[in-house]
């Protein structure tokens, strides 16, 4: 079965820039999606088909796929963005998520 | 406002049965594939099911395939999963969700119900 990898936990300094990962055979070939999702809340989408940010998503936050690996780039991370982050592809009729990233801001 | 609201989550024994709804508002519920995905305590996403917007194509992780079924009612804006044979495994809260589009992205989700499968 199709499997993405994401590492467990990327740390970031207010101000600078995260990039967290998502690693998958030929997942270039395939669009990718991002969800932020904080505690106790559902996820939101925050990028979509690899690198289409939605209304209402800040621009900081930027996709990018390519080969085997798919890119959330968050520029100027602010303390808000501090949640887990998964991404998501799909292998034929069936979804994938990767196993989730916490982010963190200190 | 686009909206959707899961309920029917409860503690049910293993080897039991369950019915989750996920009520859509605030857009042409028809028109939209639906999905199903999933959450352990502390753990990852996970998807379910997916089902088209006339609910004649329909998909399933392999994990739930054979015992779960996905449906939708759209005179009644209205989703279901219905949970046969259930594990301990499959203890999550459960969220329903919107194919953006028809596109293969969520959005938005529902506040997820909580299902428990103990004894």
């Known amino acids: 079965s199709y499997e993405l990898t994401q590492p467990p936990s990327v740390s970031v300094s207010p101000g600078q820039t995260a990039s967290i990962t998502c690693s998958g055979d030929?997942?270039?070939?395939?669009?990718a999606s991002w969800y932020q999702q904080k505690p106790g809340q559902s996820p939101v989408v925050v990028i979509y088909?690899?690198?289409k940010r939605p209304s209402g998503i800040p621009e900081r936050f930027s996709g990018s796929n390519s080969g085997n690996t798919a890119t959330l780039t968050i520029s100027g991370t602010q303390a808000m963005d501090e949640a887990d982050y998964y991404c998501?592809?799909?292998?034929?009729?069936?979804?994938?998520f990767g196993g989730g990233t916490k982010l963190t801001v200190l | 406002e686009v909206q959707l609201v899961e309920s029917g989550g409860a503690l049910v024994q293993p080897g039991g049965s369950l019915r989750l709804s996920c009520a859509a508002s605030g857009f042409t519920f028809s028109s939209y594939w639906m999905h199903w995905v999933r959450q352990a305590p502390g753990r990852g996403l996970v998807w379910v099911s997916r089902i088209n917007s006339d609910g004649y194509s329909i998909s399933y992780a392999d994990s739930v395939k054979g015992r779960f079924t996905i449906s939708r009612d759209n005179a009644k804006n209205t989703l279901y999963l219905q949970m046969n044979s259930l594990r301990a495994e499959d203890t999550a809260v459960y969220y329903c969700?919107?194919?953006?589009?028809?596109?293969?992205?969520?959005?938005?989700w529902g506040q997820g119900t909580l299902v428990t499968v103990s004894s």
């Open positions: 088909q690899s690198f």
């Open positions: 998501q592809a799909w292998d034929s009729s069936t979804g994938v």
């Open positions: 969700a919107r194919d953006a589009y028809n596109s293969g992205w969520f959005d938005p």
């Open positions: 030929k997942l270039g070939d395939k669009y």
